[in-house]
């Protein structure tokens, strides 16, 4: 059995939605500091549709598949739509990922999250606050 499903790979080998967007309406970073990748993700948000969306990865073959994978997902999508996406989620549309990468779907999930409050915040939007919640220092994924 082969350790990365073949969608993993295509995603990995062919990323999609790669570089950066000089007008983004929102940008997000996270960070892993036990593994050192580090994730960025920018949104062009249109009458509250994400129309746009681009991503900067630094790290393992994982998180860049994760980090493709995840701007797929919510291209097209509304804000809330693109809340409601969780790494299990990113984990599935990949065919899986090996146990000890799962931390690289989670790392997806709280880039579009960063984004998104950062959008927010940008514009005075009032949001609930528990939705986003800062992880706890040591924790897998951390704001950076």
């Keep these: 059995m082969a350790l990365y499903s073949d969608t ?3 995603h990995f080998l062919h990323p999609r939605n ?3 967007l000089s007008d983004a309406d929102a940008v997000g970073e996270v960070g892993n500091a036990r593994c050192g990748d580090i994730m960025k ?3 062009k948000i249109e009458d509250g549709v994400i129309a746009d969306v681009r991503f900067e990865t630094f790290g393992c073959g994982s998180a860049i598949a994760s980090s493709s994978m995840a701007t ?3 291209k097209g999508k509304s804000i809330e739509e693109a809340l409601a996406v ?3 989620e990113v ?4 065919g899986g990922l090996p146990a000890h990468k799962l931390h690289c779907s ?4 709280e880039a579009i999250r960063s984004a998104i409050r950062d959008y927010f915040e940008r514009n005075g939007i009032p949001y609930d606050k528990s939705r986003f919640p800062e992880a706890e220092e040591g924790s897998c ?3 950076v």
């Design 41 to 43: 993700m920018y949104l």
């Design 91 to 94: 984990v599935e549309a990949l």
């Design 18 to 20: 790669v570089g950066s």
């Design 141 to 143: 994924c951390r704001m």
């Design 8 to 10: 993993v790979m295509d």
């Design 86 to 88: 969780t790494n299990k």
């Design 72 to 74: 797929e997902m919510i």
């Design 106 to 109: 989670v790392l997806a999930e």
